[in-house]
């Protein structure tokens, strides 16, 4: 029987990836909902193309992602929409016992242990789809917890990781937003300079794998190849690779704890992402560089102190990155402006109430620490 | 409770390795029995410095091999001797459904169908102690072979990895056996450079894996970090990785499925195998040449005649390592010996009687080859 995938935020970047490996995959999968924002005309186009009975947008409120995630009766749930909107909606799947296939890193940042302890009373299985979370989770399969060390992500360093830090400082819109490896949206893109997206994939992490900051590492590894580490107790060490496509481990949330098949060709080399012509395929990993990116340094602290001070530095990151690209202030402010915004902040016990309030004056804070830094600019 | 290893073998270098890991986990494991051959000063020490009741010499012969074996009640048997002695004592072993933790390549090599025939029978599990076969064993945990693609063994490339063919066929015995990575023996070191290590390897992991010889491949990696790596169907990658140090391997297989403890430190860096004063590690992967290592396509070939080829070549192997060692022939005339007795051999079906006939037919070719070739050099 083909898997019923339902998906929250089908017209997204991870939404239609999901389509695309559904659609090369139809005696694994068939569509059971689809729920998108603004996108009305592509959301149609998507429904018909997969023959889906419930489909819902924007308009139709929590009520429509709700009937998507749950009443369509899906087997795993894509959650790939941004942000706040799709907690409730993804929290009954979960406690329906449906499995969640897991992009909305909001979410994770913010809820996650909310969202791993309600997946534990239910049976839920969480997969992650980012794919440093792939990684890691495919690294653990069969493994004991007990039996780990430590994990580490990978990063690609971002297009500043060979700037000196005055560089990185004074560093133009257009820098920020070219990224060497992955073709990504601004705001990721900018994140990926800062490596605030590291710092925040470390938080996520945690979440996903109930390890604290100090057991979870970063090592640059600029050919994006290599997503994740786990370093076990007996000193062996798992590193799981894949060619720089979402779509391999959105494929593989979508099916576990079974594989797609669809790998082809016989050279050893090219199958672990050397390309066709090469002879050779290098490795580097280099330790990550906490004077030049302290938005990773941010990162952990908010981490360390718990509670809702994660929402707090994912909320004010996204309001400083805003102000970055609208050339209100320099790249060199990001990280004071979250700064701020944390320091403001009282660290509260995780619930949807102090979550948003948390997110509210987070953004509020960062506004004002952006206002701030534009008049010292003047 | 602690396990109860016996160990054949064990005043060799994996034997004492062994009996190092288990000194450094007197929480984990006991010593229920000790066989070795002629260093019966060094075996009398180990029994007295781990309590064994049950101790073996070779003087005792088949019986006090199986004695240590089975008659011991191990929970876990490693088979460490070289060649063909400990055949009888190793299946019985298996037959009473005790795990074995494998590092006699001549058993895997030239029987290893009948081991894990006989061990899906009984229920023993067969762990490999070798690096590169406990690296595959080890992402192979939790997954489906049926989701397999390939596996890849990892190659040091040895000391001639960057000579040219010329260079390499006139090789001096002195050159052979420097090897740039690991520390090993005469016949191993020459294995290595000749790469017939990485054939036998082959060989070995169709055995134990159930691959056919075109699913699995080599890689050159010259860091000697990365020891395998499996190709899954859907695209993605799973490499292990590890310092250089043969107790790793061999604590995972006694301890398997169980993790030993021990890892310390929290840099990832050098937790994945990098010198604690890098700032970098580097990955190599490069495809091994077929044309400057003819060794590699005659191990291919006696895999895919099966039967009791595989033991010609091992056997055919060994007698040429010798002739080489020896200055009987120049290193270029060792696949052309090898060559030589795989072409005079006929395939036959495999059991000990078979195996034992191929092994001296194949010495005897080999020993002719070598004669031959003498008389061309003279």
């Known amino acids: ?34 729920a998108a924002g603004k996108q009305i005309e592509k959301l149609r186009e998507q429904a018909e193309r997969f023959g889906v009975k419930v489909a819902a947008s924007a308009d139709e409120g929590p009520a429509g992602l709700l009937r998507v995630a749950v009443e369509s009766k899906p087997d795993v749930l894509l959650a790939a929409t941004d942000g706040f909107v799709a907690f409730d909606a993804v929290f009954a799947a979960v406690e329906c016992g449906i499995d969640v296939a897991v992009a909305n890193k909001e979410l994770i940042v913010a809820a996650g242990d909310l969202l791993m302890a309600a997946a534990a009373k239910s049976g839920s299985r969480i997969v992650p789809v980012d794919s440093e979370h792939s990684a890691i989770f495919q690294c653990l399969v069969g493994e004991s917890r007990d039996r780990v060390h ?17 560089e990185i400082q004074n560093a133009q819109v257009e820098a920020a937003l070219t990224h060497p490896t992955w073709q990504m949206g601004v705001k990721n893109t900018v994140d990926s300079a800062s490596m605030m997206n590291k710092g925040l994939e470390v938080i996520e992490a945690s979440r996903l794998f109930g390890f604290p900051g100090e057991r979870i590492g970063i090592l640059v590894h600029p050919q994006s190849i290599a997503h994740g580490i786990v370093i076990f107790s ?24 079974d594989r797609l098949s669809g790998t082809n060709g016989s050279d050893p080399l090219q199958a672990i992402g050397a390309h066709p012509q090469a002879s050779a395929l290098r490795f580097d990993f280099e330790r990550p560089d906490p004077d030049r990116f302290p938005c990773v340094g941010l990162a952990y602290e908010a981490l360390e102190q718990g509670g809702t001070m994660p929402a707090v530095l994912s909320a004010a990151n996204e309001i400083a990155v805003h102000a970055f690209v609208e050339g209100k202030i320099g790249f060199g402010q990001i990280p004071i402006v979250i700064a701020e915004a944390l320091s403001s902040a009282m660290v509260r016990e995780v619930n949807l109430a102090t979550l948003r309030q948390a997110d509210a004056q987070a953004r509020d804070d960062a506004r004002a620490a952006v206002n701030a830094a534009r008049r010292v600019k003047v």
Not at 6 to 34: E, W, Y
Not at 241 to 250: E, G, H, N, S
């Open 150 to 166: 430590s994990i580490v992500l990978t990063a690609s360093g971002g297009p500043f990781w060979r700037k000196t830090k005055d």
């Open 1 to 34: 029987m083909p898997k019923r995938v339902a998906i929250l935020g089908s017209t997204g970047s991870i939404g239609t990836q999901a389509l695309d490996v559904i659609a090369r995959h139809p005696d694994r999968f068939t569509v059971a909902g689809l």
């Open 234 to 257: 007996d000193g062996n060490v798992k590193i799981q690779a894949a060619a720089p496509d979402m779509r391999l481990p959105i494929g593989y949330a979508l099916a576990f704890p």
